[in-house]
Each structure stands twice: as C-alpha cells, then as structure tokens.
C-alpha cells in the first residue's frame, strides 16, 4: 500500500515523517550497535578495544601501555570464525537454480536434454546471475546473517552496467513497519551518500510505488518518482523470527561480549608475556652509583659505582588461568550456536560428526532458500527496465534451488541404511530422502520431485551414452573390456570353435590380447 497508508497530505510531511524516524535517538543506538558488530567481523576491532580498555582501567599509564598490544590481538576474532564455520558450507559451491515455466518440473524428454539448450527465462536468469555476481553476494549474505540477524538485498538496474544487487547491512538503512504488522516493512531507507567522516548526508527511500532521496536536514533532494514494480525492491534475510518489533538488535550480544571478552584476555596475557615473564634486577643501595638509563637484559653488563647491590626479584606469572577462562568462554558461546571444542579450536583433524552445528546450517540454508525465491521474485519484476532480458522471464515463471548436499544428522552410511530399510518396510520414498537432503526446499514435495525428475533426465543420458559405447557397467582400469567391433567379433569365433567361452568372457572384461585369443584347435 505504500507510505500513503500513514495520511502524509504532501511532500513536506512525508520526507519529515521519514527523516524523524531514520533520526530517531533509538533508532541512531540500533545502528551503532549493529555497526559494532560488522566491524568485529570485518576484523576493525582496534578503536572499539580502546573505547572498553578505558572503561575497565582507570589509570591512564596503565591504558596506555595496553593501547600498545591492542594490534597484536586480532586472532580472536570469535564473531568472524563462527559466523563463517555456519556459513561456509552453504555457497561452497555453486547452486542449481532452474526456472521453470508453464507448469514443467523438468525437461520433457532424454532428446531434449541432450541438445543442451536452456528455455529462454533460463537463459535470461542465467545472464542476470552473472551481472549481480549472485553467488559471492549470497555467500557474504550468510556470513553476516550470525553476527548481524538481517541483511538487505538492494536490486537494481544501472545503465551500462546491468543488473546489480547491493549488500545492506542493518546499520546502513532504517525500516517504516507497516503499522498492521510491524514485522512488514511499509518502506525502507538507506544510507546513500556520505561526508568525509562518513556520516550520511543523503537518504533513499523506497516503497512499493515511489523512491525519493533527502537529506538529514529534511530537505527533499530528488523525486518522489514513480516506479511499477509493485513491491520494494529490497529483499529482507531475517536469520530467524522476530517478538513483534522489526529489528532485532539484542540477538547475538553473547557472540560480541564473548569476541571482546577473548581479545581483552589476549591483551592481558600479551602485557604480562612483556612485564611479567622474566627475572627483573633492582639495585639496592646508593642511586647516584648506578647509571640510569641502562639497557637492562640478559645480555648487556650493569655499570654500577660506590656502594650498592644487583639483587633478583622473581616477576614470572604463569597466564594459563588467563587461557583457560577465555577458551571457556569461547567453548561455551560456540557450543550455542552448535560447534563443538574439538571444531573451535580445530586441536585435530578430524572432528567428526558435530551434529549441532549440521542442524544450524541447515536452519540457515532453509533460510537463504527463501531469500533465493524472493531475490527472483524481485529481479523478475525489475528486468523489465533491463534492454537485453526484458519480458525473457514470464510473470507465472518459478525457480527451483538446490544449494546441494548440507549436512546430514548422522555419517552418511548409517544414514543410506536406514533409507534402505524404511524403503523395504514401505514407510519411506526417494522424495523423503530429497527433502532431507535439501532442508532448503522447506519440505515442498513438488519441488522434490521436480529434482528428482531432472536427476533422472540426465542419468538417463548417461545410460544411454554407455549403451552406445558398449560401456560394460562396471568398467575400470583393470578390466576395460573391448570396443564394440571386437565384442561382435567374438560371437562368431565361439560359434565355429575359434575361440574358447572363457577366453571370450576373460577378453570382454579385461580387453584381451592376440596371443590371449587362442582357438580351441591350438
């Protein structure tokens, strides 16, 4: 329905209805807290150490001698290693995205499959794809849905260029809630230009009949013009379901207290590595006989005149205890989000099967699945702007996903067992098995079988090729069998005597020689 649902009588009134709320005290502390966590995962961690390094230690001689350290402590980037572990599988390779027009789940025939040739809206989603560089931009989607709880997908077409897909995150745009239903979006603002400290001074904001920019002084800068997409070209990935409010920014502070938490641990253990490690000399005695200014290590010679002595003082402190609160605290904090010790800290190789963290991913991929389906409904409806896939992708055209195998709940043989023991009971089919594959396709039966047709379609022209080769079924290395024409010509030679059944069957699996083709006769 648009902004007009709010009864703004003209422009003034909406552009400060909307400045307000993007201004808005609360919402400016949603950003900054958000913005906290992008730059925790994007390792720009230094100036929010320093901000808690002056809150915890009062005296400036101490925080200054920390402030020092603070670059050396980046490995404990928490936030980034979970959200990624989560992540990493999703886009590990490329999906399988299929559009599917007037009702076909799959291609019509072995024939048609075999000629290779996509239907037009495939070949149109196929280039759209590749202009929004679809993959990378999902990939980091998935990232920064942990530590972030939602992402923006901003779909646009831009002249010269093509079409293009913009990566918002949280802090960067603020939501209107329709005031129905505050988990629905009325409009959406973001972030379009910035000063030279990076403060915005221009706003966009869209909903689903007009943009128009302003700026923070509530002055209309361009429009409001008119579009006909009939929705908001955002797409919203929401990590999980909301209490009612449109934002959730209290989610995931146990993975920023944690990652600060780490990094403060680590800095504390680096200034008692540098103070507190080593055996320091203090002199005792007449100070104007010591030389001040003096190198003091394990190498240089102490200058010392008059009376006085070199005595010991013991400064050693064992930090593992340090060590051991910070690796429990990560262990905890990870074992929320479903990682075990063994995985955090990758102590071994193999960490086998950590199945917390298969039923997070695949949490995350049911997820990303939707957000793929509304990415083309939203793309479909904005290429009618785009001069070369304009009208390619009808309006009734669906897509089909398969972000590929995830995870499963339990090692892969134990599992293809019970598949095949419920399957003789008849209490299970090959559909079954596809949705728990694919928890991306939300238990969509339709869609299960629309994959297990295209499965079948090209495992069919596999046979066929083999078939055609005179391929034996199990061929390998050490038994590669004979090309056709010498298969035929073994028939005869056993008929008339020429050759044995057993050399014929040992020829058909291993090839055979002229010297191994001996006839009966020899």
Same mark, same amino acid.
């Given at each position: 329905? =648009?902004?007009?649902?709010?009864?703004?009588?003209?422009?003034?009134?909406?552009? !400060?209805?909307?400045?307000?709320?993007?201004?808005?005290?609360?919402?400016?502390?949603?950003?900054?807290?958000?913005?906290?966590?992008?730059?925790?995962?994007?390792?720009?961690?230094?100036?929010?150490?320093?901000?808690?390094?002056?809150?915890?230690?009062?005296?400036?001689?101490?925080?200054?001698?920390?402030?020092?350290?603070?670059?050396?402590?980046?490995?404990?980037?928490?936030?980034? !290693?979970?959200?990624?572990?989560?992540?990493?599988?999703?886009?590990?390779?490329?999906?399988?995205?299929?559009?599917? +027009?007037?009702?076909?789940?799959?291609?019509?025939?072995?024939?048609?499959?075999?000629?290779?040739?996509?239907?037009?809206?495939?070949?149109?989603?196929?280039?759209?794809?590749?202009?929004?560089?679809?993959?990378?931009?999902?990939?980091?989607?998935?990232?920064?849905?942990?530590?972030?709880?939602?992402?923006?997908?901003?779909?646009?077409?831009?002249?010269?260029?093509?079409?293009?897909?913009?990566?918002?995150?949280?802090?960067?745009? *603020?939501?209107?809630?329709?005031?129905?239903?505050? +988990?629905?979006?009325?409009?959406?603002?973001? &972030?379009?230009?910035?000063?030279?400290?990076?403060?915005?001074?221009?706003?966009?904001?869209?909903? #689903?009949? !007009?943009?128009?920019?302003?700026?923070?002084?509530?002055?209309?800068?361009?429009?409001? *013009?008119?579009?006909?997409?009939?929705?908001?070209?955002?797409?919203?990935?929401?990590?999980?379901?909301?209490?009612?409010?449109?934002?959730?920014?209290?989610?995931?502070?146990?993975?920023?207290?944690?990652?600060?938490?780490?990094?403060?641990?680590?800095?504390?253990?680096?200034?008692?590595?540098? $103070?507190?490690?080593?055996? %320091?000399?203090?002199?005792?005695?007449? $100070?104007?006989?010591?030389?001040?200014? %003096?190198?003091?290590?394990?190498?240089?010679?102490?200058?010392? /005149?008059?009376?006085?002595?070199?005595?010991?003082?013991?400064?050693?402190?064992?930090?593992?205890?340090?060590?051991?609160?910070?690796?429990?605290?990560? *262990?905890?904090?990870?074992?929320?989000?479903?990682?075990?010790?063994?995985?955090?800290?990758?102590?071994?190789? &193999?960490? =086998?099967?950590?199945?917390?963290?298969?039923?997070?991913?695949?949490?995350?991929?049911?997820?990303?699945?939707?957000?793929?389906? &509304?990415?083309?409904?939203?793309?479909?409806?904005?290429?009618?702007? /785009?001069?070369?896939?304009?009208?390619?992708?009808?309006? #009734?055209?669906?897509?089909?996903?398969?972000?590929?195998?995830?995870?499963?709940?339990?090692?892969?043989?134990?599992?293809?067992?019970?598949?095949? $023991?419920?399957? /003789?009971?008849?209490?299970?089919?090959?559909?079954?098995?596809?949705?728990?594959?694919?928890?991306?396709?939300? =238990?969509?039966?339709?869609?299960?079988?629309?994959?297990?047709?295209?499965?079948?379609?090209?495992?069919?022209?596999?046979?066929?090729?083999?078939?055609?080769?005179?391929?034996?079924?199990?061929?390998?290395?050490?038994?590669?069998?004979?090309?056709?024409?010498?298969?035929?010509?073994?028939?005869?030679?056993? !008929?008339?005597?020429?050759?044995?059944?057993?050399?014929?069957?040992?020829?058909?699996? $291993?090839? =055979?020689?002229?010297?191994?083709?001996?006839?009966?006769?020899?």
């Amino acid at each position: 329905m =648009g902004l007009e649902l709010l009864g703004l009588s003209d422009n003034r009134e909406l552009v !400060r209805y909307v400045a307000k709320a993007v201004l808005d005290r609360d919402e400016q502390y949603r950003r900054e807290k958000i913005r906290q966590r992008v730059r925790l995962y994007r390792d720009d961690y230094q100036d929010i150490l320093r901000v808690h390094i002056a809150a915890i230690f009062n005296e400036p001689a101490v925080r200054q001698r920390l402030e020092g350290l603070i670059p050396l402590v980046g490995g404990s980037s928490l936030i980034k !290693r979970i959200a990624d572990e989560l992540a990493r599988p999703l886009y590990a390779r490329t999906p399988i995205r299929r559009v599917l +027009t007037d009702g076909d789940l799959a291609p019509s025939s072995v024939e048609e499959a075999k000629r290779g040739a996509p239907s037009p809206a495939q070949q149109a989603w196929n280039g759209l794809i590749r202009e929004m560089d679809l993959d990378d931009r999902m990939d980091l989607v998935a990232r920064l849905l942990t530590p972030c709880n939602t992402v923006s997908l901003f779909a646009r077409y831009v002249d010269g260029v093509g079409m293009t897909l913009d990566v918002i995150t949280p802090d960067m745009r *603020t939501v209107i809630p329709d005031p129905r239903i505050p +988990t629905r979006p009325l409009a959406i603002v973001y &972030d379009s230009a910035f000063d030279q400290d990076g403060k915005p001074i221009k706003y966009v904001c869209w909903d #689903d009949k !007009r943009y128009f920019s302003f700026s923070p002084d509530e002055v209309l800068i361009e429009g409001p *013009t008119v579009h006909d997409y009939g929705l908001i070209p955002i797409i919203e990935v929401h990590r999980h379901g909301r209490w009612g409010d449109y934002d959730d920014a209290t989610t995931g502070e146990d993975l920023v207290s944690a990652s600060i938490f780490s990094m403060i641990m680590d800095l504390i253990v680096a200034k008692k590595l540098k $103070t507190q490690s080593h055996i %320091q000399l203090a002199f005792q005695g007449d $100070t104007d006989g010591l030389s001040k200014d %003096q190198i003091t290590d394990e190498e240089s010679i102490l200058t010392i /005149h008059g009376a006085g002595t070199l005595f010991p003082i013991n400064l050693e402190s064992d930090p593992s205890v340090i060590l051991k609160a910070k690796e429990t605290v990560e *262990t905890m904090v990870a074992a929320s989000y479903g990682i075990s010790r063994d995985r955090l800290n990758q102590k071994t190789g &193999d960490v =086998g099967e950590d199945v917390g963290l298969k039923e997070r991913v695949s949490e995350m991929a049911r997820v990303l699945h939707k957000a793929e389906q &509304d990415i083309f409904r939203v793309t479909k409806a904005i290429s009618r702007e /785009h001069p070369e896939y304009r009208g390619k992708i009808p309006d #009734d055209a669906t897509l089909v996903v398969d972000l590929g195998q995830v995870h499963n709940r339990v090692d892969r043989k134990t599992q293809l067992e019970v598949r095949e $023991t419920e399957k /003789h009971h008849g209490i299970r089919s090959s559909v079954d098995d596809v949705l728990e594959d694919n928890p991306e396709f939300g =238990g969509d039966r339709v869609l299960a079988l629309a994959y297990l047709e295209e499965k079948a379609s090209e495992q069919a022209i596999v046979v066929a090729r083999q078939r055609a080769l005179n391929m034996p079924k199990d061929a390998n290395i050490e038994e590669p069998g004979q090309d056709a024409e010498a298969n035929g010509a073994m028939g005869p030679k056993v !008929r008339d005597g020429f050759l044995s059944r057993d050399k014929a069957a040992d020829a058909a699996k $291993t090839g =055979g020689t002229a010297a191994d083709n001996q006839t009966q006769g020899e």
